[in-house]
């Protein structure tokens, strides 16, 4: 049954004390470490072996696109057969295919080659962040304490991204330039089949009754789909810091720094992850993406202008303060917006919204980092969320939860909650 609370402002010391959450908390924590060491180990091992940031860029960003197109699926699998059915064959083959494009890279392979490594690289990446998400909407469905987990996961997230990238930097630069990915391959395969081994507290598979209608997509639904276009800005911003910090950081000629300034950023979002998890909004979920989202834009639009590494850092972390409150919110409304049986589908598509948004970010900001240097790549987070905003305010009155007619007319039924604004 789900777990319900009464307190009117909920916590996350409440949140940790949920019956069974940290039987998934730890294996998640585990197996979601190696994503944020992907897109840099690749782009550190093939700018090293091509000495081009627009190879390296190209490489990352196919895999990025491939994530993209299959974590949805992935998603939609997880939700009808269990996520362990899923886990299992995609973590064994994502395993492979990271070492595979790791031997490609070190043998000087054409860059098709790498490109076509990339494609099962990315399809495989374990969703894990969904996954734990589902579990815990599971777990939490009408309790107030759903925008808490939300927050929790960012936070979460973005902890893992100050380690991840900070650790593959450090191998790639102090042991091997491939030493990244296959710490990235090691680590998916360690921490995916640990997770994958605590069934109790997945959702039930196919939970959908007779009432409910024919199984949709949750793309169906059109506050998942302006969701999508907010998180595909999101993910510009985190393509374009990574290539051109790295881009920077070899201008100054100081590589190492590349792991501090990018750690930096992700400490932003993940301070203001748990600022975000410990206030007691008033403002509705819609009305905070907005402002959240403008603010982002606003703190993107003077990276291309910084040229030295305390100013950079101070402003990467502003950024990165501005990053969280629209990542939580917009999960946050997933809960309201699509019904249980298709909920990891949702958290997937938005995650793999931020891939494709990064992998357009990665490939865009390496081509004007190769021909520009590192400050014509700080453009593209500004360019992404500025078009990302523009479609969000264009679109926000999709965001509110449908009526239950409309609704159960596209095969899909669920509560409606109270408050969007």
């Not at 599971?138 to 927050?151: D, F, H, R, V």
Request: hydrophobic letters at 50%.
């Amino acid at each position: 049954m789900p777990h319900t609370v009464t307190t009117p402002r909920p916590g996350y010391g409440q949140l940790l004390r949920t019956p069974g959450a940290w039987t998934y908390l730890l294996p998640g924590f585990l197996a979601r470490q190696p994503f944020a060491m992907l897109t840099i180990g690749i782009v550190l091992l093939v700018q090293h072996t091509t000495g081009s940031y627009g190879s390296a860029g190209a490489v990352a960003a196919v895999t990025g696109v491939s994530m993209a197109l299959f974590a949805p699926q992935s998603g939609k699998l997880a939700d009808r057969f269990g996520q362990s059915a899923v886990l299992v064959p995609g973590v064994l083959v994502h395993t492979a295919s990271v070492v595979t494009l790791t031997v490609l890279a070190l043998a000087d392979a054409p860059l098709w080659a790498l490109f076509v490594a990339a494609v099962p690289t990315g399809a495989s990446v374990p969703q894990i962040g969904p996954m734990v998400r589902a579990r815990w909407a599971a777990k939490l469905e009408g309790s107030p304490l759903m925008s808490t987990a939300a927050a929790f996961e960012s936070v979460t997230d973005e902890f893992t991204f100050v380690v991840g990238p900070v650790l593959a930097t450090a191998l790639c630069t102090g042991v091997h330039p491939a030493a990244g990915l296959v710490a990235e391959a090691v680590l998916t395969l360690v921490g995916g089949l640990f997770f994958a081994l605590q069934r109790r507290t997945q959702p039930r598979a196919g939970r959908l009754s007779a009432s409910e209608g024919p199984r949709v997509s949750a793309l169906s639904v059109p506050g998942v789909r302006v969701l999508a276009v907010a998180f595909l800005g999101i993910g510009s911003v985190f393509g374009g810091m990574q290539v051109s910090l790295t881009a920077f950081s070899e201008e100054i000629g100081n590589p190492g720094v590349n792991g501090l300034l990018y750690g930096t950023f992700a400490a932003g979002n993940m301070l203001a992850g748990i600022a975000c998890g410990a206030i007691a909004w008033k403002s509705g979920p819609r009305r905070r993406l907005m402002v959240g989202y403008a603010a982002l834009t606003l703190a993107a639009s003077g990276l291309w202008a910084v040229h030295s590494v305390p100013l950079l850092a101070g402003l990467g972390l502003l950024v990165g303060l501005c990053i969280a409150p629209a990542l939580i919110t917009g999960y946050t409304m997933v809960e309201t917006l699509v019904p249980a049986s298709v909920r990891t589908e949702a958290f997937t598509w938005l995650t793999g919204a931020v891939a494709l948004g990064q992998a357009a970010g990665v490939t865009v900001a390496g081509r004007l980092a190769d021909a520009n240097g590192a400050s014509a790549g700080f453009l593209v987070p500004l360019v992404g969320t500025a078009l990302a905003l523009a479609i969000l305010v264009a679109l926000r009155s999709r965001l509110a939860p449908e009526a239950p007619g409309r609704v159960a007319a596209r095969g899909v039924s669920h509560r409606v909650p109270v408050t969007v604004d």
